[in-house]
């Protein structure tokens, strides 16, 4: 299996632009998490899906990020607009059923200037 | 809301040597897992090792085994015969074990350098 896959690997954007991060998670795999890292907060998580459903976006820190799962097999983050505080690592990860480790993707490093 | 510390920024190990990484969390819950991830320069996130709550004996796998005190708190790395591809960011998270509790909370981290 090649893992869970996400794209760009590297994104750098100026203040106001949109940003869309892409996650194509493990085949199989039922559950969804987007985290963020950065200096400053460390790892946190943003909002998780089961089953293509959202299920906690309680991390998602304003109306300006929104991530969707349309399928299975893909999941979007995006930003509207951009700010340089939203400057980190964003990484995808998927697990099969509840309890199960969480694989995580290489992480896109965002840059907003 | 629990919370998980990482009370070392950083920690150097001589190659060959060990090293103990420390972990302490909070938690009303008695039923919960907790993990140690590596995060290597390339910044992929691996699994290290798991532990669930319930059983009492240490998780070990190979190199690493686990201190876990329930009672305390407590759950520590540690990594016996330090190789340079030990260097990494170690950080330890904790899973509820409720349903609905499927998300890792992390700690901050600790930052292992190896020295040959």
């Known amino acids: 299996d090649a893992g869970v896959i996400q794209s760009p690997r590297h994104e750098v954007t100026e203040m106001g632009q949109e940003v869309t991060l892409r996650c194509k998670p493990i085949s199989g795999h039922d559950y969804l998490f987007w985290y963020r890292q950065t200096m400053m907060r460390g790892l946190e998580l943003l909002i998780y899906f089961n089953n293509n459903v959202p299920i906690d976006d309680s991390g998602m820190p304003e109306d300006r990020f929104s991530a969707k799962m349309p399928n299975a097999s893909f999941s979007t983050l995006k930003i509207q607009p951009s700010e340089p505080r939203d400057s980190a690592v964003y990484f995808c990860?998927?697990?099969?059923?509840?309890?199960?480790?969480?694989?995580f993707g290489p992480g896109t490093r965002l840059t907003v200037l | 809301a629990q919370t998980v510390t990482q009370s070392q920024p950083e920690m150097s190990v001589q190659e060959a040597e060990t090293v103990t990484l420390s972990c302490t969390y909070d938690t009303s819950e008695s039923d919960y897992y907790l993990f140690w991830y590596k995060q290597p320069p390339s910044r992929q996130m691996i699994l290290v090792i798991r532990q669930e709550a319930y059983k009492q004996q240490n998780a070990t796998e190979n190199r690493f085994s686990v201190n876990f005190q329930k009672a305390a708190k407590s759950f520590s790395l540690k990594i016996s015969d330090s190789q340079l591809g030990d260097a990494a960011m170690y950080f330890c998270?904790?899973?509820?074990?409720?349903?609905?509790?499927?998300?890792?909370?992390f700690g901050g981290g600790t930052r292992v350098l190896v020295k040959p």
């Open positions: 998270a904790y899973r509820s074990a409720m349903a609905a509790g499927n998300k890792l909370t």
């Open positions: 990860a998927s697990s099969s059923g509840s309890y199960n480790e969480q694989f």
